[in-house]
């Protein structure tokens, strides 16, 4: 009986390992994310090309962070009328 406790006890031990090592590269990924964003919407890159630039500079997990630059802080397209006010309200709507 003790030595089924201790089986489950090791198991549990190490699922939680693999969730913190998932949950600190999910972490690492949107720091990443965040610290390049400013530099992808400047460039206007597409969610491809931030991936292909991650890559060949051999950022590990180069899909997820460009996933997370595009999704969690999307680009929106602002139009601004003649006097030059920003129609935001409408650009969200096309988007």
Request: charged share 20%; with cysteine.
């Given at each position: 009986?003790?030595?089924?406790?201790?089986?489950?006890?090791?198991?549990?031990?190490?699922?939680?390992?693999?969730?913190?090592?998932?949950?600190?590269?999910?972490?690492?990924d949107?720091?990443?994310a965040?610290?390049?964003?400013?530099v992808?919407?400047?460039?206007?890159?597409?969610?491809?090309?931030?991936?292909?630039?991650?890559t060949?500079?051999?950022?590990?997990?180069?899909a997820?962070?460009?996933?997370?630059?595009?999704h969690?802080?999307p680009t929106?397209?602002?139009?601004?009328?003649?006097?030059?006010?920003?129609w935001?309200?409408?650009?969200?709507?096309?988007a």
């Amino acid at each position: 009986m003790c030595d089924g406790i201790f089986n489950k006890l090791i198991h549990s031990r190490r699922s939680l390992q693999v969730h913190l090592k998932q949950l600190n590269e999910i972490l690492r990924d949107a720091d990443v994310a965040n610290a390049i964003f400013p530099v992808v919407r400047g460039h206007r890159m597409s969610e491809a090309q931030t991936e292909r630039a991650l890559t060949e500079l051999h950022v590990p997990r180069a899909a997820n962070v460009a996933g997370i630059t595009h999704h969690a802080f999307p680009t929106q397209l602002l139009l601004c009328n003649y006097q030059g006010e920003i129609w935001s309200a409408v650009a969200r709507l096309n988007a």
